[in-house]
């Protein structure tokens, strides 16, 4: 069964140091998402993705996150300079149908850590 | 913005109880969908729900959408172990595609 991969793992980093999230959306699908998950706490979206731009982003996604689709597989979460308060789980979607988005499919998350 | 809430935020329940999740949004949902995320997990889609006063079952699972669409639960007929986890409600308005999670239940079953 075809499934949302991502790398990776686990990241541990210094506050201020610049991370980059890799996933790998489902090969067919066309909206891409990234979530996050502060340990315990509710999945908050971060950004949505389609067409090769940027569809929605909510308040969390400021200026320090941006996303980019490098390749024709590749969708990367970039957060230039980390907080303390940026370390959660960090979930990669993807969905294939547009408006309403049918089921997302959930990567296994990265888990970052800023020290 | 939109917020959606879900009540309890966790739920202790014997092996073969009942349990039901419900969630609400402050503003009016085209749809809704439900996931559930084992311990360590991630978030696994179970259903989506459009149409006004839909009701869908899934074996155990019996899943409601109000007739207002702004209100969701979710019940389960005598749980299992393997029904542990936590099930968030989300919910997508007309504005747009984002998907917003509620809070979640955590469910812990008691073998």
């Known amino acids: 069964e075809p499934e949302v991969t991502q790398t990776p793992s686990h990241q541990v980093t210094q506050m201020g140091q610049e991370v980059i999230l890799r996933c790998v959306p489902i090969?067919?699908?066309?909206?891409f998402y990234w979530y996050r998950q502060i340990l315990g706490q509710k999945v908050e979206f971060l950004v949505s993705?389609?067409?090769?731009?940027?569809?929605?982003k909510s308040e969390i996604f400021d200026d320090q996150f941006s996303v980019e689709r490098p390749d024709g597989s590749n969708f990367t979460l970039k957060i230039r300079s980390t907080k303390l308060e940026d370390s959660a789980m960090y979930f990669c979607?993807?969905?294939?149908?547009?408006?309403?988005?049918?089921?997302?499919?959930f990567g296994e998350g990265s888990r970052l850590t800023v020290l | 913005g939109q917020q959606v809430m879900q009540i309890p935020q966790y739920q202790h329940v014997q092996e073969g109880e009942d349990f039901t999740t419900y969630c609400n949004s402050s503003?009016?949902?085209?749809?809704i969908q439900w996931y559930k995320q084992r311990p360590g997990g991630h978030p696994v889609f179970l259903i989506q729900?459009?149409?006004?006063?839909e009701v869908k079952k899934q074996k155990r699972l019996t899943f409601q959408f109000g007739e207002a669409k702004k209100n969701s639960s979710l019940h389960i007929t005598a749980t299992q172990t393997t029904d542990v986890g936590t099930y968030f409600c989300?919910?997508?308005?007309?504005?747009?595609?984002?998907?917003?999670f509620g809070g979640g239940t955590r469910l812990m079953v008691k073998p």
């Open positions: 979607a993807s969905s294939r149908l547009a408006g309403v988005p049918g089921e997302l499919f």
């Open positions: 729900l459009v149409k006004s006063g």
């Open positions: 993705f389609y067409n090769n731009e940027i569809s929605e």
């Open positions: 090969s067919n699908h066309l909206y």
């Open positions: 503003t009016t949902l085209s749809n």
């Open positions: 989300a919910g997508q308005n007309n504005a747009g595609n984002m998907l917003t």
